[in-house]
């Protein structure tokens, strides 16, 4: 009975561990991807067209740039990468797009003037 114990407890705890691993990603990492120009070939990065994440709400369920639908958050994240940004999409389950979609996430949409940049 007491081995069965030792491995229920060890299984629940790997599995714990390992759910804290993949959760939602980092915040702080993923404001640093946000503000990086490596996303992408051009030059800009995230915070380029969206300074301190200016327009953005990342708490909605879908997402309409540049007229077309975009159904998750990951799903923006990859269309802006790929048009605004010149760069490869990241891969839905890669740790760069896990962290990047968990600061998106906090972001609350707040409008900010800005000055018009060509390509955003």
């Known amino acids: ?26 915040v702080e990492k993923g404001k640093a991807l946000f503000n990086d120009p490596s996303l992408g ?20 369920n879908s997402f309409t740039i540049m007229g077309k639908k975009q159904a998750t958050v990951k799903e923006a994240i990859n269309f802006c990468v790929k048009m605004a940004l010149k ?7 890669s740790e760069k797009m896990e962290n ?13 003037k800005r000055k018009l940049i060509k390509g955003c």
């Open 100 to 112: 990047l979609a968990a600061y998106v996430k906090t972001l609350k949409g707040k409008k900010r």
């Open 1 to 26: 009975m007491l081995k069965v114990r030792t491995v229920i407890f060890i299984a629940m705890s790997v599995l714990v561990i390992a759910g804290l691993a993949f959760a939602g990603g980092d």
């Open 87 to 93: 760069g490869k999409p990241l891969k839905e389950d």
């Open 41 to 60: 070939t051009n030059g800009k990065s995230c915070s380029s067209c969206h300074p301190g994440g200016s327009n953005i709400n990342g708490q909605k």
